[in-house]
């Protein structure tokens, strides 16, 4: 199986920044995209970013300019820069990763606990 454990959550203040990491562990034969998906109070999950393997990146409106995902192929990690927090960023952060555990199953999205971030006016 396959686990993604998240990292880097807590309370800011509106300008600050904080920075996330999602690591996926386990039986794992290749990683295509990874990404980051937040949910607020009584509200959706949206997707905020995502990351191919070889690094192409796609952002929500809301936060291009101001967050920055990357990732690390060789420790199966993913990171999200978030800068110039709002409060209307304030939502639960999950990590996802569409893996294939063997060369020849297909890819399944796994998802992270979550992490929460609270950015305080």
């Known amino acids: 199986q396959v686990q993604l454990v998240e990292s880097g959550g807590g309370l800011v203040q509106a300008g600050g920044s904080l920075r996330l990491s999602c690591a996926a562990s386990g039986t794992i034969f290749s990683i295509n995209a990874m990404g980051w998906y937040r949910q607020a109070p009584g509200k959706q999950r949206e997707l905020v970013a995502t990351?191919?393997?070889?690094?192409?990146?796609n952002y929500a409106d809301s936060v291009k300019g101001r967050f920055t995902i990357t990732r690390d192929n060789t420790k199966n990690t993913v990171y999200l820069q978030m800068n110039s927090l709002k409060p209307e960023d304030t939502a639960v952060y999950y990590c996802?990763?569409?893996?294939?555990?063997?060369?020849?199953?297909?890819?399944?999205?796994?998802w992270g606990q979550g992490t929460q971030v609270t950015v305080s006016s």
């Open positions: 996802n990763a569409a893996v294939k555990t063997y060369w020849y199953t297909r890819e399944f999205n796994y």
């Open positions: 990351i191919t393997s070889i690094g192409n990146t």
